[in-house]
């Protein structure tokens, strides 16, 4: 190969290289609560992903016996150390449901709100870091520049490794006579190929929907969510993620999938609640769901 070639490949090999350490640097830590949220927290064994840390306990033989789920809507309690307001914990707690509901519907029937069902599902969220939206910002602004100066050249630009969010999530599966027959404690954090979302909120609102999705597949199928290939939606729940029609009812009253705007939205890093109105968007005569505090939740 000759000096010129040599040269375009340089920049090349350090952008991959700087990709690759970001990637392992730049990631916030997220910590593994218990809220006491859960009915127990015995038996829970280890059961780390790559990206992700968690706790599982699943009853294999009842999750499989099991047909139907009423799934309640997600806690996320107000604490003086999480720096997210209302509104930012309520949709980021949509979200949870929203996916839940949406790969539960994969092998489940899902009930409404108050009928009776073999499991009832219910998640708290115990813990988030807020993300700085100024070095999202930045990480965007970083993005945008390659494009311009490489355009057609398939090189990740890593977010800058300051201000990554966090979240950390307990769930659990109960059946009629509220006996445990799941459960999950699980943290998760941004890392440096993350979208960059230029909101407090970010990351924990699309950490939001991988956590979903880890718990709706140990429930569905009793066993670990990790150390395979990641979990991807049926074919048959791709409208609904694109915005049309969930399969059952009981799904529409976390609202609908934002669907292509959502997705350019997050390719922009826009804030969450740019494109996704949560459960306001539900439609007429569907329950709303409620960020429940933990102790209301222990009261039921």
Known sequence: MGL???????????????????????CATAPLERAGSLRSYDSLADANGLVTRAQIKADKK???????IR????????????????????????????????????????????EE????????????????ATASAASQAASIAKT????????????????????????????????QKAA???????????TARMAKDGDAYDLASEFGADFAKLVSTGESPFGGLPSLPAASTLPAKLGGAPKYAACEQYGR????????????????????????????????????????QASR
């Open 4 to 26: 010129p070639g040599i040269s375009r490949l340089v920049p090349l090999k350090w952008t991959a290289l700087a990709s690759l350490a970001l990637t392992t640097a730049g």
């Open 62 to 68: 009842e999750l499989l016996e099991a047909k139907t």
């Open 71 to 114: 799934l309640e809507p997600t806690a996320f309690p107000a604490r003086p150390d999480v720096a997210l307001n209302d509104d930012e914990r309520k949709l980021v707690a949509n979200a949870i449901s929203r996916e839940m509901c949406l790969r539960l519907s994969e092998r489940f029937q899902i009930v409404l709100p108050g």
């Open 117 to 132: 069902a073999d499991l009832i599902v219910r998640a708290t969220v115990t813990h988030a870091t807020a993300t700085n």
């Open 148 to 179: 311009v100066a490489l355009p057609g050249v398939p090189v990740p630009v890593p977010r800058l490794p300051v201000g990554l969010g966090t979240l950390s999530v307990e769930a659990e599966a109960r059946n009629f006579a509220g006996v």
């Open 184 to 194: 999950m404690v699980w943290a998760r954090s941004a890392n440096s190929v993350s």
């Open 257 to 296: 999938f934002p669907g292509l705007k959502g997705f350019v939205g997050a390719g922009l890093g826009l804030p969450p609640d740019w494109t996704d109105k949560g459960a306001d968007e539900a439609r007429p005569g569907t329950p709303q769901p409620a960020v429940a505090s933990v102790e209301q």
